[in-house]
């Protein structure tokens, strides 16, 4: 008879959920414990397969489910319908989710159907509102109530679990596993890959220029937030002409638009297409600020020492306001402007802010969590190798 291992099912289907599970993955297949399942649902595809292939993830499972024009129904509905098949072949003992994507909610749903225990990562962080972000806010909320397991990064995100009523020998504080991608990454990445190394982005680089690094997606800042955002760009190329702003534009047409149309023709602007994670990561090394929407990034920068400026109203991770390594700043043109000014003409500001120390981790999430679960479901008798 073959040994008999518990089964684990990693799911998830974006770049940045792929970027911050990868190291994860990497040690669960490595982890004799365990079986370890991978399935991605291919609610990104270009994207996520990029970063599959930086890291060497090679899925067990595929759902392909990315289509023109889909919705958040369409996701939803698909990724049920399709983890339905594989948790009958792939008979997980804990099915594994990461963050706020409707993939992972989603997947904590289609668990919970089949009577599956769920562990949470990047678990307990909250705005308190429920449209912002959205759907980022009720995916992860809706998942942590689902979830048995909940792998919080920081002590604020163990407390906020308690006080739902999550039991405290079910949530385990790891730090961040995008700090575990990060400090591997930014070591292995010595530059541009091969796209990139004789465009004008590399030369600004290799010029030492100084870089606002941009982005910006959220559906919250479509239209007027984003009109905003792309006039508070303008006033600072024209007021700050050594101030060089690189914006990786996203595909979606409420972003194209207006950040085509208002700042398309400055000459201290440049746009470009998305970059790949270990680019982009080598940009960021090499960029003066940060100015984003986006949630992770406010983890990222401050691990390379880069003051952020926050793009919203509201932030599911305080601790980075706390510590002093963000700011929010809005989706507003004057606030925006303000925060880059303050930065540029206050050199001990500036310093404060990338010098303040990243709460998110040390990066050994990862190993925190394979200990915690080895302690869990290591001599746990699952179902027997096939």
């Given at each position: ?46 994207l996520l397969d990029q ?142 890959s091969a796209p990139w ?190």
């Amino acid at each position: 008879m073959n040994q008999q291992r518990s089964n684990i099912l990693s799911v998830f289907g974006t770049r940045p959920e792929a970027i911050k599970m990868a190291v994860l993955v990497r040690q669960l297949d490595q982890t004799p414990d365990f079986r370890h399942t991978l399935c991605v649902t291919g609610q990104h595809r270009q994207l996520l397969d990029q970063v599959l292939h930086f890291f060497g993830l090679r899925p067990d499972v595929d759902l392909n489910i990315m289509q023109p024009g889909q919705d958040l129904s369409d996701i939803t509905s698909r990724v049920l319908l399709g983890l339905r098949d594989v948790f009958k072949s792939a008979r997980p003992d804990l099915v594994l989710v990461h963050g706020d994507t409707t993939t992972s909610f989603a997947t904590a749903l289609a668990a919970f159907y089949a009577g599956i225990p769920v562990g949470h990562v990047e678990a307990g962080l909250r705005t308190g509102n429920l449209q912002a972000p959205f759907p980022e806010e009720a995916n992860r909320v809706m998942t942590s109530r689902l979830a048995t397991y909940h792998f919080a990064p920081t002590r604020g995100n163990v407390a906020t679990l308690l006080a739902e009523g999550v039991p405290a020998g079910n949530i385990l504080q790891t730090g961040n596993t995008v700090i575990d991608a990060l400090l591997e990454t930014a070591g292995r990445v010595t530059g541009f890959s091969a796209p990139w190394r004789d465009t004008p982005l590399a030369h600004l680089v290799r010029e030492k220029a100084r870089i606002l690094l941009v982005t910006g997606h959220r559906r919250e800042n479509f239209g007027q937030g984003f009109v905003e955002i792309c006039r508070a760009l303008a006033d600072l190329a024209a007021r700050y002409p050594h101030l060089h702003v690189v914006y990786p534009v996203h595909l979606n047409p409420n972003v194209q638009k207006p950040v085509y149309e208002i700042i398309g023709h400055y000459p201290n602007i440049h746009l470009t297409e998305a970059l790949s994670y270990e680019d982009f990561i080598f940009l960021m090394k090499n960029a003066w600020l940060v100015l984003t929407d986006s949630g992770g990034i406010q983890e990222e920068a401050p691990g390379l020492g880069k003051p952020v400026l926050v793009m919203r109203d509201t932030t599911e991770r305080p601790e980075a306001v706390a510590a002093g390594t963000v700011r929010l700043v809005g989706a507003n043109r004057d606030n925006i402007v303000r925060g880059v000014a303050e930065l540029l003409e206050d050199e001990s500001r500036y310093r404060r802010m990338a010098e303040a120390v990243n709460p998110y981790g040390d990066g050994r999430a990862g190993e925190r969590i394979v200990a915690f679960l080895r302690e869990k479901f290591g001599s746990f008798a699952g179902h027997a190798e096939a």
